[in-house]
């Protein structure tokens, strides 16, 4: 791609920039060497970005129809107005050395003042009336800066084309074409600076959990899709190219959709770059670039738009998952503590009396009584204790979800449902979750709540497993078989396999290698399958992978023989 | 007396009651077993002193109502509070309520005969001096008013002569009421007299009573 060759180290220049403005919020910034190398930083991009984006000047006033580097600036200005001295000299030095404007020095001075006052005020409007915040994505902060941000550009262009008029630099026939041209530019190149340096603080703060294919799916797509849109934009050989620009909608709302906020800032850097290098090569007039900037203005407010309301749905979809996920960890929490003060209850009673007898007995044995009744109390303190252990064993019952609730359940819609449950969180994992029902499976007599618990674990074992690959490529298959009078239910996963030193104790409770995991999972899986006279093992898959199967008698435990 | 010592253990397990009460037996402590606050309040009237071991979780009437009945009923039976949840609230409320002690289950043996062995203790206490207080109301009130004025100024420490002075009667007479009054208090010397009233809250109460 030429697009991105030639504007490509421009745009990282600016990453970096926005990084280094992002390390600091502190007031003595005038002694923090991170401000003046942010300063100086700015200074260099910015005059780079100048040096670059010269097309289409008006009349050699230095107005261009694309002004990224004032993009920057508000970016820098929304940091804090200390910076304006930065933003005001990078003004002044790009005049003066790079577009080399023909009027005076104090005329260049006073229009510059006039604009940097201008940022310095939107800038100020945005971050402390409007809370506008370029580290984050919200659809409000992204209204306010599609609303704002023309606004703000239509005074300052029309504050600084004024004071060139009455400077004399500006004839008064050209001020509206001037004033349009300088409008045209700036707002464009704030609204695609801004949030494409939204986006790299999204995705420096927080990476993605998404497996890295997704993205460069929705980016080899993009690039196709603007590639042809390009092709058709300009290879009809039209004069009026831009009649076939909403063809470039299309991979903008593309990339929203898979993408978000992040994603569009980029696509529509991108497509930005790609147009001025395109009409650069062809050499297009002003006239037709400044209808191609409008153009683009429309498609940033779409695009922008869109991003933000899917990424503030997927922030909401996500937060709720947590939120799930949280609730789910608290509540087995307390139902253990409940368990707990339950047990400390029905063991205390007969813990008492056992100590009563005991003391007795000692006490009657110390007096030289007759041993009768120290037999007695004895004989009462060893029937106490099995009470006691009965009342464990029902606590244990208890755990293991007690009898069995025993009818004709059908495996394949089982699994069915269960991967159906699984796969949207595998998937965000990159993970393919696939079910695999050999036809015509006899219904098998279980426990469907006992039984649903061990498949759930399985699968999520599994997708655990897989997850452990990096490439994206992980798989779990579920597949249930029928075996003569018995059913198969296999889980297969292609992750790295179990463990050498653990593969011994894996149906062992409290064995876990999951950070969260209390390890109870197989053991309690195990016991189910076994209540329910079925096995339950393992086996290695060659050449990776881990197989876990479940086999179950068709007529239930009762005639397992 | 310790033939007289007797617990009531109030307790809706069985086995609870059992055991507590071979325990009590190897100390020569008597029980007598409920299943139920009804139970109790059926057969032992509340105005009766005694010690209670009692069971916070019950059917029916609950533990601390119970409690709070025999607080009200002021007759000075000592209860032992026994509950399965030891957690502060329910010691507090019924500390508040009048409970004398409170255990907690699982207890230790041992150290629940010696509570019991304490308050036993503390409630044979309370009666001697129940009827201690008891013979000096009766004692006292055969006074005269004028003998209860000068036994009320011993007490406070005054000799024979400022006493007389005080009333405005002669040391003569003085004396005369003085022995009347140790002979009806059957108080062997000043000293006795003193500890008797100061032992049972004062005389004041006495002198109320007399009224």
Sequence with gaps: MAVVNIHGQPALDQRELTLRSAWFSGRSRLTSPKFWLTGIGFLAVYLAFNKLTEWYQFDGLGITLWSPDNGLSLLLLTEGAVFAPFVFLAAVLTDVFITGVPHSLYMTVAAELVLAVGYVGLAAVLRHKLKFNPRRVRLADVVVLLTFVPAGTALTSFSYCGALYLGGALPADQFYAAMRHFWIGDTVGMITVIPAATSVFALLSKPRGRWPGYALVSCSVFILGTCLGFAALFGVGDAKEYHLFYLLFLPIIWVGMREGYAGVAAALLAIQLGLVATTTYLGCEAKDFSVFQMLMLVLSITGLLLGAVITEREQAAQLLREQQTELARVSAYASAGAMGMALAHEISQPLSTVASYLHAARRLLQSGAASAPVMDALSKAEMETRRTREVLERIRDFVSSGKLDLKRLDLSNLALKIGALCREEATARGIHVEIENIRAIPLVMADRIQIEQVLNNLLANAIDAASERTDGRGLVVMRVAGRGDRVVVQVEDNGPGVAPEIAGSLFEAYQTTKPRGMGLGLPLSLQIVQKHAGRLWWEPIVPEGTRFLVELQINGPENAG | ?211
Aim: aromatic letters at 4%; glycine letters at 6%; proline letters at 3%.
């Design chain 2, 1 to 211: 007396m310790p033939g007289k010592r007797c617990v009531h253990i109030i307790d809706d397990e069985a086995k609870i009651r059992d055991s507590l009460a071979v325990l009590l037996s190897t100390a020569g402590i008597k029980s007598r077993a409920y299943a139920s606050a009804e139970e109790y309040l059926a057969s032992v009237p509340l105005s009766e002193p005694a010690c209670v071991i009692l069971d916070n979780q019950l059917p029916g009437l609950s533990g601390m109502e119970l409690l709070k009945r025999i607080a009200d009923a002021a007759s000075n039976t000592a209860v032992i509070m026994i509950t399965g949840y030891g957690d502060v609230p329910t010691a507090v409320s019924a500390m508040k309520a009048g409970a004398f002690h409170f255990v907690q289950k699982p207890f230790d043996a041992e150290a629940l005969l010696n509570i019991v062995e304490e308050t036993l203790a503390r409630a044979d206490e309370v009666r001697d001096l129940q009827a201690e207080l008891q013979e000096f109301r009766t004692r006292s009130a055969l006074l005269t008013q004028r003998e209860r004025e000068v036994l009320n100024l011993l007490i406070e420490g005054l000799p024979s002569k400022l006493i007389a002075y005080r009333l405005g009667i002669s040391a003569r007479t003085t004396e005369h009421h003085r022995a009347a009054v140790m002979q009806k208090m059957q108080a062997r010397t000043i000293s006795h007299l003193v500890r008797m009233a100061v032992n049972l809250g004062h005389f004041n109460g006495a002198n109320n009573s007399a009224k």
